[in-house]
């Protein structure tokens, strides 16, 4: 199975466009476009029922000392964590494409509406759920994608793969939570193949440079 697109490249920076913030040199970073990629796959296997998209961060501090501080950078050797950037599940098993900003243009505050998505399709909701818990203004169940936002002061490049799965059921049993690892656990046992894309992206000034 492999999974193709015309938005990013393997082992490549994605493009801002794509992002959910970009470096600001007076306010560190600013609000992006927040468009979805494009997304295409081939090569499926026999017996598929359904896709799932999945689009997740390992880098992601598991602590949040140093995270977005004045004067210091988060360190190499901290332990990292998965954050979900978008999880679809329940797509149709004769669709292979999703067009680039058919599922996501801009930032929504509070988030987007779910988990029904066009065609049948279903979205989980992304880890910017709980990062914003809390925030008057960004607070809410954030649905579908939103693009990557690693801390401005992070010492390592964050990577985010894309990957998209063939399943053997037309849908998956996802009733109550729709996080992004709930989503996960949900296809074990169910995925025939996989194939992933990896991008990178920093908002770190010294990185980017």
Known sequence: MELLSNSITDQAPIAEKFAFAVIDPDNHVALSSNINPHLAWKGEPAGTRSFA??????????????????????????????????????IPADQSELMEGSHCQGITPRGKSGPSAPQGMRHGLNDYTSWFAGDGDMEGSYFGYDGPCPPWNDSIVHRYVFTVYALDVSTLPVKDDFSGAAIVAAMEGHVLAKASITVSYTLNPRLAD
Do not use: I, K
Not at 59 to 75: I, L
């Open 53 to 90: 998209v999945v689009c997740h961060d390992p880098d992601v501090p598991s602590a949040g000392d140093d995270v977005n501080q004045e004067d210091r950078e988060v360190p190499a050797d901290l332990p990292r964590v998965d954050f979900y950037h978008w999880t679809l599940f329940d």
